[in-house]
């Protein structure tokens, strides 16, 4: 069996997008919610960009136990220490430097020749170990870069003591078929490839980042960067969910591939972010929309009720998608109450917990007609979750 790592960027490259900004506490909040959902890597920001971002790194790094906890680092040393200094209340710590190495970056962003950006990147890799073991080095527009420099920096980088290295589609240019080329391309020109994972990044500007993602996956990927909702810079990364769920309904396909995620928590991860970011997802967004299950044709109607599995593909249950029709109101008692928090996703709150949202719900209850799923997330998140 081959695990394939998710490193979750919705605290970074999502987060960069605009009207997705979160505060430190939102972003600890969100981190929280990944762990619970079994993401292997949260990078939570990029500790020198800003005071509010060193602290969210710090902040998530102190209350996050089961995931590593990443800062991103542009390939300096300043940008590196802050990062180290960040992530400190960890053991498990990833810094992720990265550097351009495309013609167009090198020469209009970075003014730098091949050479220089060469011996920056070993560098800061050999920099970062100073502070882990577990450096990801990403060469930044990766798709567009020159072959055979690409693979020289990547061997430089393994050489250094880089664990992950990272192929950025940064400007979503690339399709699948050639996605998965390169990452074979890249096993079978650099010879020390097998001493670290190839993670792939990819956005979403064709509309192709889950693909390009499956593609590299398919061809030797280790590792892949997402985001919950796909969200990120422009039109987004690929969406982390999407991935999961194709990995998980197609083993037929991946075959040994799998991960680690607890898919039942993917639909109270989505709600969590868009209540977070006052965000929504479209409708008809792949297994977090509100219509991703939801069968009106008749003639589906009619195939569905003789046999699930003639329009459906996989379970709303699986993907935690609450599966009852019960309609919450003024009527409604305390059970029926409970058991939509645990549809919801809420299985552990305290009784004391509990009866504090019930009597919020009954005095919303006496305003409304019904009570949405939405009004009892937002009743979460006032009561329990707002300091
Ligand atoms: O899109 C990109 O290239 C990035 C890198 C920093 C990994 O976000
Ligand atoms: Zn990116």
Same mark, same amino acid.
């Given at each position: ?66 995931? *590593? ?10 940008? *590196? ?56 080095? $990403? ?46 391309? *890249? ?6 490839? %097998?001493?670290?994972?190839? $993670? ?172 949405? %799923? ?12 707002? $300091?």
């Amino acid at each position: 069996m081959r695990k394939l790592i998710i490193f979750d960027t919705t605290l970074r490259d999502g987060e960069q997008a605009p009207g997705f900004s979160m505060t430190v506490e939102e972003k600890v909040r969100m981190a929280k919610q990944l762990e619970n959902l079994g993401v292997d890597v949260i990078e939570a920001g990029f500790a020198a960009a800003s005071k509010g971002d060193f602290e969210a790194v710090n902040e998530v790094a102190k209350e996050v136990k089961d995931s *590593i906890v990443c800062s991103l680092a542009r390939a300096l040393h300043s940008d *590196i220490e802050k990062a180290g200094e960040a992530l400190a209340p960890t053991e498990r710590k990833r810094i992720h430097t990265f550097i351009a190495t495309s013609p167009i970056h090198m020469e209009y962003k970075l003014r730098m020749t091949p050479e220089q950006v060469l011996e920056k990147a070993v560098d800061a890799v050999k920099f970062a170990r100073n502070f882990t073991d577990d450096v990801e080095f $990403s060469a930044e527009d990766a798709v567009r870069s020159e072959r055979e420099f690409l693979y020289k920096v990547l061997e430089a980088v393994i050489d250094a003591g880089a664990k992950t290295v990272n192929i950025p589609d940064t400007v979503g240019y690339s399709i699948p078929e050639e996605m998965g080329q390169l990452i074979a391309d *890249i096993i079978n020109n650099v010879p020390n490839i %097998d001493k670290a994972v190839i $993670s792939v990044h990819c956005h979403n500007d064709l509309g192709l980042a889950v693909a390009n993602s499956l593609a590299a996956v398919k061809n030797g990927a280790g590792q892949v960067h997402a985001t919950i909702n796909g969200i990120g810079e422009r039109a987004g990364n690929a969406a982390l969910e999407e991935v999961v769920m194709a990995i998980k309904v197609r083993k037929d396909y991946f075959k040994d591939v799998y991960t680690d995620i607890n898919t039942k928590e993917i639909y109270k991860t989505s709600r969590l972010l868009c209540r977070l970011t006052g965000s929504f997802v479209q409708p008809n967004k792949a297994i977090v929309g509100d219509n991703a299950f939801a069968h009106e044709a008749g003639i589906h109607q009619h195939g569905l009720l003789a046999k699930r599995e003639t329009y459906e593909i996989m379970k709303a249950e699986d993907v935690g998608v609450p599966s009852s029709k019960i309609v919450l109101g003024k009527h409604s008692g305390k059970h029926a109450f409970k058991t939509r928090l645990e549809e919801l996703g809420y299985k552990n709150l305290t009784d004391t917990e509990i009866e504090r949202l019930f009597v919020k719900f009954k005095e919303l209850a006496d305003k409304k007609k019904e009570v949405f %799923d939405e009004d009892i997330e937002a009743l979460i998140f006032d009561e329990l979750f707002k $300091s």
